[in-house]
């Protein structure tokens, strides 16, 4: 029988990805939308799955919207990734991330407890709620002590122990992924690798002349998101639920990534990079290495894309773009389209 699932957060980067790999397992998916006055289906548009997805309005701070969402979609498999995902602009909005990231989670638990307790559920944990630990070179793992140093990172450890207790208390099969940094050229403009591909290639361009950053010796362990979002789906394939590690194991500094990505440009970062404290957090993790040995061992998870493949296949992304931007292409963030009208869904349960 065809499995259905939905995700939360299915036009941001993950959702995308494991949208289409679920879609390439024969899986039916729905996928949960935000209203907007500007449509935000670009990423599904440019993988080609944006008609082949059933979508659903609801939001993680209305627990309406998810009953709804819940009741129509009956899927076996719920992908809870929607999230404010960016650290910096928790410390500007913590009460909204605390919201949608942690009590938002606490919602999906809670319809999932009510509706139907055997929905399998893949909460979209991150490497963020460790913190500044000791030792990390040795590479976090699930027994590491978690002290978060953000708002979203608080959020998300309320959403992580919620997993665990609805786990513990209810027997609802509800998984962890504990995943690091992961990117890729759908990645956010906001965040720092596709802030710092994207901008190389305007440089190269001639289209700026300067970019501006901040903390440029954070480390971070980065991989491939297209790796990393099969890893989710494998924890809900398996016998019993669990918490992952999903990381590489090595971890590159913001400044790898400015000399990585221009050095593929044949452009030299300096000339162009300034350091901009606007751009620095009140606090900030300063190195995460994560280990997945058990992801390994319980679902032969391996991460294959290396730093240097992932960056410059960004930053060639990102120059593809904007040299075809200038031969007067238009893509699908230029011209926002909806989905066909087919795949919008609304009451009653849908077979
Ligand atoms: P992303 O590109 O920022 O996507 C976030 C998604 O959440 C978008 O679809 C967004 O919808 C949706 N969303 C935001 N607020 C929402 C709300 N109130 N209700 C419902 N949906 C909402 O993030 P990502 O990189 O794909 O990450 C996916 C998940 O993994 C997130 O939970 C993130 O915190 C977590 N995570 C990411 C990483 C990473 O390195 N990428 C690592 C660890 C954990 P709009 O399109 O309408 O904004
Ligand atoms: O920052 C430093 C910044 O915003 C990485 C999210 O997906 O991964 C992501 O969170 C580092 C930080 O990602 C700039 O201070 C320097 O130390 O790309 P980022 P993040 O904060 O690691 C985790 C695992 C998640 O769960 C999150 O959802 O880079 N940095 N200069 C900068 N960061 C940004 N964004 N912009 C700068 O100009």
Do not use: C
Not at 240 to 265: C, H, M, N, R
Request: proline fraction near 4%; glycine fraction near 8%.
């Amino acid at each position: 029988m065809t499995k259905r699932a939905l995700i939360t957060g299915v036009t941001g980067q993950d959702g995308a990805y494991l949208a289409k790999f679920l879609l390439d397992q024969e899986y039916e998916v729905f996928g949960t939308y935000r209203r907007s006055s500007t449509p935000n289906f670009w990423r599904l548009d440019a993988l080609g799955v944006i008609d082949k997805i059933n979508f659903l309005h609801a939001d993680l701070n209305d627990m309406a919207s998810l009953l709804e969402a819940v009741t129509v979609s009956e899927p076996d498999e719920i992908y809870n990734l929607g999230a404010q995902s960016f650290v910096g602009a928790s410390f500007e909005a913590p009460l909204l991330t605390g919201d949608v990231d942690g009590l938002g989670a606490a919602r999906v638990l809670e319809v999932v407890r009510s509706i139907n307790p055997k929905i399998r559920i893949y909460q979209a944990s991150s490497s963020e709620i460790y913190g500044n630990v000791a030792n990390v070179e040795r590479g976090l793992t699930e027994e590491t002590p978690m002290l978060p140093v953000s708002p979203y990172a608080a959020g998300k450890l309320y959403a992580y122990n919620l997993v665990r207790i609805y786990r513990e208390g209810y027997g609802l099969f509800a998984a962890n992924g504990i995943l690091f940094n992961h990117e890729s050229p759908l990645r956010g403009l906001e965040f720092v690798t596709r802030k710092i591909t994207n901008a190389a290639a305007q440089i190269s361009l001639g289209l700026r002349n300067k970019l501006e950053l901040g903390n440029l010796e954070a480390r971070r362990d980065w991989g491939f998101a297209a790796e990393y979002v099969q890893a989710m789906w494998k924890m809900l394939q398996l016998d019993k639920p669990s918490d992952y590690v999903i990381a590489t194991g090595s971890s590159y500094s913001v400044q790898d990534v400015l000399v990585t990505a221009f050095e593929s440009l044949g452009i030299d970062w300096q000339k162009y990079v300034t350091v901009d404290k606007r751009q620095m957090r009140p606090l900030d993790v300063h190195n995460l290495v994560g280990d997945s040995s058990k992801a390994k061992a319980d679902f032969d998870w391996n991460p294959a894309t290396s730093f240097k493949e992932l960056i410059e296949s960004m930053a060639a992304a990102d120059y593809d773009r904007w040299r075809r931007r200038i031969d007067g292409e238009v893509f699908p963030w230029d011209a926002p389209s909806y989905p066909s009208e087919s795949v919008f869904l609304t009451r009653g349960p849908q077979k």
